[in-house]
């Protein structure tokens, strides 16, 4: 199955930095746009199975993203690429709103793994935990929702 990324991004982005660090999987489509434009109609009509911010550098545009991304319900799972030297206080609004996040520089393997499992989990993880356990130990094994070895 191929799926759809969409990549969000400052109008000055560094080339194909981050495209680069996730094209060798052969399943993926990036779409790329940048912060100014129409995010919501771009969700629409994307349709993405990921979303990734690139919240480099941190300012008035990013937190206004992110705020939007919090009041409007996104149905793919968003990772968001944030600064190293970010200050909690900055990192507070978004991380309330992302599924999951990285630190610029991004790492090559670690943001194949986090773009893998997001891809793989959707947008609610402990959904797909659920998911895998029934199918792994059965729905009768249930116990108030405790996954229990079968007997």
């Not at 489509?29 to 979303?51: E, F, K, M, Y």
């Not at 550098?57 to 409007?72: H, I, K, Q």
């Not at 690429?81 to 200050?87: L, R, S």
């Not at 130990?137 to 929702?145: L, P, Q």
């Amino acid at each position: 199955m191929s799926h759809r990324v969409l990549l969000i991004e400052q109008k000055n982005a560094r080339g194909d930095l981050l495209v680069d660090l996730i094209a060798p999987r052969g399943d993926l489509q990036c779409d790329r746009i940048t912060w100014g434009s129409r995010i919501a109609d771009d969700l629409t009509r994307l349709a993405p199975h990921l979303v990734i911010a690139v919240a480099v550098p941190m300012d008035a545009g990013v937190t206004r993203l992110f705020e939007w991304l919090g009041d409007n319900a996104v149905r793919a799972p968003v990772l968001a690429i944030v600064p190293e030297t970010a200050e909690p206080v900055e990192l507070r609004p978004v991380l309330e709103v992302v599924d999951d996040f990285a630190f610029y520089p991004v790492h090559c393997a670690e943001m194949r793994h986090r773009v893998a499992r997001l891809l793989a989990v959707g947008r609610n993880p402990a959904e797909a935990r659920i998911a895998s356990w029934c199918t792994r130990w059965g729905s009768r094994s249930w116990s108030a929702g405790i996954p229990r070895s079968p007997t």
